[in-house]
């Protein structure tokens, strides 16, 4: 945290203590955004898991790619409320816009018709390590006023029925240095549940959604695992 209180008086160009020091009249780097992990919008693919990997972490053999997208996707779905939505559908171009420089979400499930496990896991990166943050935060925002609340998801085309699901905040135990917002997703009428983080690492922001017939809560584990392959590249 001390690291990026520094960096944005660098960036407010305020010279005071604990910002850093003076050379030649040019304010320094401070060390700890320096040795932060950044990642170039090229190696993006090397840090997504395989389906190996992922499926060491939720339990699960069969799985297999489904698809990976370039660019984030509105959904085919209407919402209400409306502002929950990227709560449900990862990636949301309306909270994304266009500020990442790089972007890949690959889709992962088992191959039979019911999978018992599906999986998005995104990752984008941004200009600084302050924009990537920006983005969290807004996620942050939305999951504050959407907490404890119904969300229902009704396709915009063919005879879907809407899904219905509450929406619960919930800690990302497993790397508190993260600055990320965790929510879980239970269904009405199912046992199916949807774990979901989104968190930063350096530049780079990681978003999983991992769902199951059981509240495995797998999501954290998977983004968690995501920034280990970030910082092993620096």
């Known amino acids: 945290m001390q690291g990026r209180m520094v960096a944005v008086c660098l960036a407010l160009l305020f010279v005071v203590t604990g910002c850093g020091k003076v050379v030649s009249g040019v304010a320094a780097p401070d060390p700890a ?3 932060m992990a950044r990642l170039s ?6 840090v997504l898991l395989s389906t190996d990997d992922a499926g060491k972490i939720v339990a699960s053999t069969a799985l297999v790619q489904k698809f990976e997208n370039t660019v984030p996707t509105t959904p085919n ?14 990636a949301d171009l309306d909270v994304y816009a266009d500020k990442w420089t790089g972007f890949r979400l690959r889709s992962l499930r088992e191959a039979d018709d019911s999978p018992q496990h599906t999986i998005y896991e995104t990752v984008s990166t941004y200009k600084n390590f302050l924009v990537a943050e920006a983005l ?6 939305v999951l504050s006023g959407c907490n404890g609340k119904q ?13 219905v699901m509450r929406i619960t905040a919930i800690p990302h135990n497993t790397d508190p240095s993260a600055v990320s917002a965790d929510w879980t997703l239970t269904f009405t009428g199912s046992t199916r549940v949807c774990s979901d983080t989104i968190r930063t690492q350096g530049n780079a922001v990681i978003e999983v959604s991992s769902c199951a017939y059981a509240d495995a809560r797998t999501s954290a584990p998977i983004a968690d695992r995501i920034a280990a392959k970030i910082r092993q590249l620096n």
């Open 151 to 163: 969300l229902t998801a009704t396709p915009k085309t063919g005879n879907g029925a809407p899904s």
């Open 136 to 141: 969290v935060n807004q996620y942050k925002a």
């Open 41 to 46: 919008a090229d190696r993006i693919p090397d």
């Open 77 to 90: 779905l209407t919402y209400q409320p409306a502002e929950c939505g990227p709560m449900e559908y990862t």
């Open 33 to 35: 955004v320096v040795k």
